[in-house]
Nanobody, 127 residues
Framework: QLQLVESGGGLVQPGGSLRLSCAASGFTLDYYAIGWFRQAPGKEREGVSCLSTTDGNVYYADSVKGRFTISRDNAKNTVYLQMNSLKPEDTAVYYC????????????????????WGQGTQVTVSS
């Protein structure tokens, strides 16, 4: 059974950092797009980043470019999202998603193409 499990969310001060993890089981992350998405209350779910295991390309939404980094650990079958210089507007539930495809861009609007989703993890940025 294909499963994605996120972890690493929590409460952090503005300017702080968090590292989210997305652990995959039931499949190997080959020929996949792995995306990170977020949804704040009353807002649409928006993509923040995507990593293609097919060609190695990575993509970021403009709102997080230069602050967030997506990466992969092949041995652990896990994808990470390193979030630095966090802002209150980054507060949201963050989701990991996967699909057997290349990354779709612009990543901000790509949520609808993904078939497999994790359960979400809350990130709160507040002083």
């Amino acid at each position: 059974q294909l499963q994605l499990v996120e972890s690493g969310g929590g409460l952090v001060q503005p300017g702080g950092s968090l590292r989210l993890s997305c652990a995959a089981s039931g499949f190997t992350l080959d020929y996949y797009a792995i995306g990170w998405f977020r949804q704040a209350p009353g807002k649409e779910r928006e993509g923040v980043s995507c990593l293609s295991t097919t060609d190695g390309n990575v993509y970021y939404a403009d709102s997080v470019k230069g602050r967030f980094t997506i990466s992969r650990d092949n041995a652990k079958n896990t994808v990470y999202l390193q979030m630095n210089s966090l802002k209150p507007e980054d507060t949201a539930v963050y989701y990991c998603a996967a699909d057997r495809r290349l990354c779709m861009v612009p990543v901000k609007y790509s949520a609808y193409v993904y078939h497999y989703w994790g359960q979400g993890t809350q990130v709160t940025v507040s002083s």
